[in-house]
């Protein structure tokens, strides 16, 4: 496959968003988590080869950047309590040595090999910068190289144009690449943010979040050097690094989040290059089915018939649930657990248009939104009775509890939810059911497509 940029984002570090660490403080960031894990799915879908990511919580130089060379970069969490969560990757080397070759006379980008690090009695290893991100994007399967660099806080445009250069480089080797710009916006948000406080904290992270969404850097060239120390951040200097690497690209933003639940501003935004975001033409038959019906809801207030087309497994009866999500939050969620129309086709075609119009927890979706929808379908299996929690797991089986008329669902392969007595008390919560309250308790299992 010819090299290219398949995909870029933003993404934030704090260690609480590593589950072993957070816990349940994990949930206090569940909007941040979610947009994170889709976004390392929609990058896997772009299948890139080398991950490079930029760090700011490596060792950092006032002259510029660094690049770290080692034949292989391991990582754990032992500065946080946790040694036994830990990953490592290969090095690039070729696309090292040339990324190293193209910036020589054009920006100072410092090799920084064992000999070097251990001048500054440092070693080369995975910081948290990089761990955090790279966990996600591990979990979601990545076994490909890295090339890692942190960034020059004296001049934030030798960033902007290291960004430029590894793409340039990526094309020439015929290297598919995916970029992972590591950072952390405002660190002073809140009055009870533990950096302290800044009321222009918030007007930083709008102002990153809307040249991401605008696609333009004109917000970031007019903060000060005084603006931003007041505010406190370690991921603007990342920032410029993945404008460089998209320059002279139109780009998709798929995933869009932000929140600052500890008064520390965390920002995602991915980015799909056109030529590398096929996401309309990858999706299932299903999940397509699903964005058709809402567009057609939304512009004749009628339904569309299943089309004459479709494979004989939509033609069957099936419960199926589709869920909507929009920058990384839910959107909406309708589905039914047991089929009651004529065909799984059907089924998809009015639980969409629930989804997007019914759903009481939102406002209905408006057609200016529909580009912005993440759209997943779910086709449930027939539940089957079970006499305990200990029959469930919550990676592979929803569950649903009933008392009378009362019923709760819960799917599978939630974020968060790992604990089968946690999904029935969810649940419980769902179908208004009391924890004393006896109930008769099912699972089943699904098939998700995206």
Known sequence: MKGLLTAAGLFPHPPIM???IGGKETKKIQQTMDAVRKSMKLIMETDPETVVVMSPHNLCL??????????NLAGDLMYFGHPEVSMEFSVDQELAEAVMKEAEPVIPLFRMDEAAAKKFGRKIEIDWGMFVPMYFL?????????????PCFTNYDMNKVLGEIVTNCAEKLGRRIAIVASGDLSHRLTKDSPNGYSPDGIV??????KALEGKTMEPLLTMTDDFIERIGMCGLPSVYFLFGALSGKEWSIPVLSHEGPFGVGYG???????EADGRKEAHDIRVRLARDSIAEYLKTGKLPKPPADIPEELKERAGVFVSLHEFGAL????GTILPVRNSAAEEIIHNAKAAASEDPRFPPVNPYELDDLDISVDVLSAPEPISSEGDLDPKIYGVIVERGFRRG????????ITDPREQVEIARRKAGIGADEPV???RFTVRRYY
């Open 409 to 416: 669902l819960l799917l599978p392969d939630l974020p968060g």
């Open 18 to 20: 590593v589950p072993e």
């Open 62 to 71: 006032p002259s510029g950047p660094a690049i770290f060379i080692k034949e």
């Open 440 to 442: 008769k308790m099912y």
């Open 331 to 334: 959107r909406g969620c309708i």
């Open 268 to 274: 995602v935004c991915l980015c799909l290059p056109e």
């Open 204 to 209: 930083f992270d709008r102002g990153v979040m």
């Open 138 to 150: 591990k979990e979601a399967a990545f076994k490909g190289n890295v090339l890692l660099f942190s």
